[in-house]
């Protein structure tokens, strides 16, 4: 079993829609209701292997979306899969370099093909993967507050469930007197700020006033491709910048690397086109010193689960956003669901993601299924 290749039988992928607990606010606009795609790949043993789409509704992030993940999926990218044998998960992005981009929809089923490999050989994905912490650090990503007395409230809260970093969405006019105002009441805060490419290398001056206020990191205030123009801000910024949206592919971190755009990476398995990737990413930043760290994109169990194990590869040393499900899902689509004590997630040991799919959960959150056969 061990060295023998996955054939797939057939791929199900089913459309659901989640409601958030709350709406999460960035300075795109307003996220709750969740719709994504839950790939289930299976192998010639009748074994499942599970991945999660994590494109939005709208290209506001990236240029993805549910509906191109599902156009790629269904017309370019599960076809590719179904026509011959997989030796090893790394093939998969092989096998679909060809095509550009894409790559939530690229790694939306390379992260099913990673769990149905790891369960075929017995072990966790993150030992498949070379990880090898018990646990990992998390940290928790605020969207922006409806008030400033409601922020504080939840900051104390996940304060008392031990998260270890806080992350808080800025845009221009809510940006350096909204991060002070919270360092004045938690002045021991590790903080970090998101812009998500709300400012310009205009705004420079402004954004200097941000190494006052002890920041763990700025991440992404500029161009969402940008490279260049992130070099010249790091020269001016003492606090780190941190890259998100300008990273797609090992050039990209090359390039940031080579012009000393950031000091630290937000990997999304996602953004650049799956877990193989996002390894050779991680292993270049620990070659350079880059320290990353893993970022989410509001998901359910499935993509939740990718992202613990992801995290135990040793150069995530920053805590990341894989927060627990409750904080954002009544129920999640994993049983047990992932939680969250004194600030770690243990990560599970049973083989693939090492959580179970809630099919129960999933059928009451199914929209639509399709279902492809070779
Ligand atoms: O999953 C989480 O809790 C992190 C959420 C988060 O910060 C983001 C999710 C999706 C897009 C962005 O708004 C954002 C980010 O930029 O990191
Ligand atoms: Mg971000």
């Known amino acids: 079993m061990k060295d023998e290749s996955i054939q797939l039988n057939k791929v199900i992928i089913r459309k659901l829609e989640m409601k958030m607990k709350h ?4 300075s795109y606009g307003s996220t709750q209701t969740k719709q994504f795609l839950l790939i289930e790949a299976i192998d010639q043993d009748g074994r499942s292997g599970w991945g999660e789409s994590v494109a939005m509704d709208l290209p506001w992030y990236t240029e993805e979306t549910v509906k191109t993940t599902e156009y790629l999926l269904e017309d370019v990218l599960i076809p590719l899969l179904l026509k011959s ?7 998969v992005s092989e096998r679909f370099a060809f095509i550009r981009r894409n790559n939530m929809a690229k790694a939306s089923v390379e992260g ?8 075929r050989q017995d072990v966790s994905l993150a030992r498949a993967l070379g990880g090898k912490k018990s646990t990992i650090d998390v940290g928790i990503s605020l969207g922006l507050p409806e008030s400033m007395p409601q922020l504080f409230e939840q900051i104390e ?14 845009k221009p006019g809510q940006d350096v007197a909204f991060l002070r105002a919270i360092r004045e009441v938690f002045p021991d805060l590790p903080m970090m700020a998101d812009a998500n490419s709300a400012y310009t290398l205009k705004d420079s001056e402004h954004l200097k006033q941000l190494d006052d206020l002890d920041l763990m990191m700025i991440e992404q205030p500029l161009g969402h491709e940008d490279i260049l123009d992130h070099a010249e801000l790091q020269k001016q910024l003492q606090t780190p910048i941190c890259l998100d949206e300008s990273i797609h592919s090992l050039d990209d971190v090359r390039h940031a690397i080579r012009l000393g755009s950031c000091q630290i990476i937000n990997i999304k398995i996602g953004r650049v086109g799956g877990l193989t990737m996002a390894k050779r990413i991680h292993d270049l930043c620990a070659k350079h010193g880059i320290e990353v760290w893993c970022g989410g994109m509001l998901e359910a169990g499935v993509g939740r689960a990718h992202n613990i194990a992801l995290t135990t590869l040793s150069q995530f040393t920053l805590p990341g956003d894989t927060a627990g499900s409750s904080r954002y899902w009544f129920e999640d689509i994993i049983q047990p669901e992932v939680t969250v004590k004194k600030g770690t997630i243990e990560v599970p040991t049973a083989p693939g993601i090492g959580y179970a799919i809630n099919h129960d959960a999933v059928k009451r959150y199914l929209i639509d299924e399709k279902v492809y056969t070779m």
């Open 23 to 26: 709406p999460f606010k960035t």
């Open 85 to 91: 044998p997989i030796d090893h998960p790394d093939q």
């Open 112 to 119: 099913a093909i990673w769990d149905l490999y790891a369960k």
């Open 157 to 170: 809260s996940y304060l008392r469930e031990g998260y270890k970093r806080f992350k808080f969405k800025i």
